[in-house]
């Protein structure tokens, strides 16, 4: 093993730990919080009838007259590429 990354290791061990009163919530600062992070059941692009086969999405723009919107990306989901 290289001295450095044992050094490294080493000097992790030396830190302090954070103290485990903080960072705590009551319940009801939970619930609060809890309530304020739910998804509201009022998103708008959840009432779109997506497609997710190609085909699909290309028989209903035919019968309905519509444009057919493709969203499409390249590596990984969260951007990380």
Same mark, same amino acid.
């Given at each position: 093993?290289?001295?450095? #990354?044992?050094?490294?290791?080493?000097?992790?061990? $030396? #830190?302090?730990?954070?103290?485990?009163?903080?960072? !705590?919530?009551?319940?009801?600062?939970?619930?609060?919080?809890?309530?304020?992070?739910?998804?509201?059941?009022?998103?708008? $692009?959840? !009432?779109?009838?997506?497609?997710?086969?190609?085909?699909?999405?290309?028989?209903?723009?035919?019968?309905?007259?519509?444009?057919?919107?493709?969203?499409?990306?390249?590596?990984?989901?969260?951007?990380? !590429?």
């Amino acid at each position: 093993m290289n001295i450095s #990354m044992l050094c490294l290791i080493a000097s992790f061990s $030396w #830190m302090p730990l954070p103290r485990s009163d903080e960072g !705590t919530l009551s319940d009801a600062e939970f619930q609060q919080l809890h309530r304020q992070l739910q998804a509201s059941s009022e998103v708008p $692009w959840r !009432t779109i009838p997506w497609k997710i086969s190609l085909l699909d999405a290309q028989r209903a723009s035919v019968s309905q007259k519509k444009p057919i919107f493709i969203w499409a990306m390249d590596g990984h989901p969260l951007g990380c !590429t």
